[in-house]
């Protein structure tokens, strides 16, 4: 089984993805970037930018009717590695341990020139 996870909340895919893919036991959420859903514009600043992703990345659990606690893998790609400490503070806010396992890395350019872009792997059952 595949179904489509598609949320007005979040940001429409601009390309050909879903937003997120439902399995029987996994969701796998494409790549968040720090779009405003409404305007389809990056929000400004690097903690915003970390703030609106999370932001959509919970909307699109919620349209799975879980939450981000059900979120078992992040995978985060940052334009500058110098931000990890802060993702790591947000996150602390957002997250209960266990924290969900995590890969975060560097890369030369992310969509759009956003600061942050994370994808993620819900389990349906915790």
């Not at 409404?38 to 939450?67: H, P, S, W, Y």
């Not at 503070?89 to 396992?101: C, G, Q, R, S, V």
């Not at 560097?106 to 389990?123: F, G, K, M, Y």
Request: charged share 25%.
């Amino acid at each position: 089984m595949k179904k489509k996870i598609s949320s007005k909340k979040a940001p429409a895919a601009i390309g050909p993805y879903s937003q997120g893919i439902e399995t029987d036991h996994l969701i796998f959420l494409s790549g968040q970037i720090p779009l405003d859903p409404e305007t389809m514009q990056l929000v400004e600043g690097d903690e915003n930018q970390i703030r609106q992703v999370f932001k959509n990345i919970d909307a699109l659990c919620t349209e799975a009717n879980l939450n981000m606690d059900h979120i078992v893998k992040l995978n985060v790609s940052l334009h500058d590695l110098s931000l990890f400490s802060l993702v790591n503070e947000i996150m602390k806010e957002l997250f209960t341990e266990p924290y969900p396992a995590r890969a975060a890395l560097q890369v030369a350019r992310l969509p759009l020139d956003s600061s942050i872009e994370i994808e993620a792997i819900l389990a349906k059952t915790i």
